[in-house]
């Protein structure tokens, strides 16, 4: 069985992905919870991690998704998922429950 298909990669994977979509979703949920969006409608408030994913809007410029942010992201999410997916399937396999 390869590598990149076992139970464990898929795990970690997942888990890896996971991770960073809750992390940027906290991140935005707390700064709209704390109010800083209502106290200052123009200042161009930032919400993302690593990248910027998302700008509120300013005087000058329109806010909305910035999809720069949103592809290094999911970039970044894939890398990673692989990373800890090949960390997993190593440990399972060391620890003798893959043949």
Not at 16 to 37: A, D, I, M, P
Not at 54 to 65: H, K, L, N
Not at 86 to 98: H, Y
Request: aromatic fraction near 14%; include cysteine.
């Amino acid at each position: 069985m390869s590598l990149l298909r076992s139970a464990p990669f898929g795990i970690g994977f997942g888990l890896g992905v996971l991770t960073l979509g809750l992390v940027n979703f906290y991140q935005l949920s707390r700064s709209h919870r704390s109010g800083e969006w209502k106290i200052c409608m123009d200042c161009g408030l930032a919400s993302g991690f690593p990248f910027t994913l998302y700008q509120t809007e300013t005087i000058v410029s329109s806010g909305g998704y910035i999809w720069s942010g949103v592809f290094a992201n999911v970039t970044v999410a894939v890398l990673i998922g692989v990373f800890l997916g090949l960390v997993f399937a190593n440990v399972w396999k060391v620890s003798g429950r893959i043949r």
